[in-house]
């Protein structure tokens, strides 16, 4: 299993600011088969990228995604008090396909 | 624009058998896309549980594979989870998603919240 590590646990920010959220795989993820997703409480998650960089439908551009291999990074320009919720990661190169723990964004 | 909803008892037993029906409706589930079905306990992350297409066979998380079963009924636009012999362990929200070939989840249900306990 290819386990995701995301860091920071919990960031406390203020809106106007920028987040810098990571993700580790414990190996390679091919082809950048990475996703992030947004959860608000009691919501379903939120598809935001796909492809490790590309945004999904609806989804602000200043949101972005990078990264390859083992190291991928969720930036977020300019906070909005709606940015503040759970953000998850996801590989889907290789089964299964499996979810990192979460990354809090909450404000400062 | 797409919609789905779960449906299933709230409250199950230990050692009985967890069943989910997952509606779709402003999409026909036989046209193409895959769909899933994904869990997360109170307060934790989120775990794939397994994926079906309409017209091949599932595939399922290796660690529920033994317990799992997803199903589908085009006629109904519906499909389905089962997951036998549940402990407190499997007490979470149940989500229904629909997925490209990719595994990539667009649409999500609203969520089930699934509580085993006597």
């Known amino acids: 299993e290819n386990v995701l590590t995301q860091s920071p646990g919990t960031v406390s920010l203020s809106p106007g600011e920028s987040a810098t959220l990571s993700c580790r795989a414990s190996q390679s993820v091919s082809s950048s088969y990475l996703a992030w997703y947004q959860q608000k409480p009691g919501q379903a998650p939120r598809l935001l990228i796909y492809?490790?960089?590309s945004r999904a439908t609806g989804t602000p551009d200043r949101f972005s995604g990078s990264g390859s291999g083992t190291d991928f990074t969720l930036t977020i320009t300019r906070l909005e008090p709606e940015d503040f919720a759970v953000y998850y990661c996801?590989?889907?190169?290789?089964?299964?396909?499996?979810f990192g723990l979460g990354t809090k964004l909450e404000i400062k | 624009q797409v919609q789905l909803q779960e449906s299933g008892p709230g409250l199950v037993k230990p050692s009985e058998t967890l069943s989910l029906t997952c509606t779709v409706s402003g999409y026909s589930i036989s046209s193409s896309f895959y769909w899933g079905w994904i869990r997360q306990p109170p307060g934790k992350g989120l775990e794939w549980i397994g994926t079906?297409?309409?017209?091949?066979?599932?595939y399922y998380n290796p660690s529920l594979m033994s317990r799992v079963t997803i199903s589908i009924d085009t006629s109904q636009n519906q499909f389905s989870l089962r997951l036998t012999s549940v402990t407190a362990a499997d007490t979470a929200v149940y989500y229904c998603a629909r997925s490209g070939w990719d595994l990539v989840f667009d649409f999500w249900g609203q969520g089930a919240l699934i509580t085993v306990s006597s």
């Open positions: 492809g490790a960089s």
């Open positions: 996801q590989q889907y190169a290789t089964s299964p396909y499996n």
């Open positions: 079906i297409y309409h017209s091949g066979s599932p």
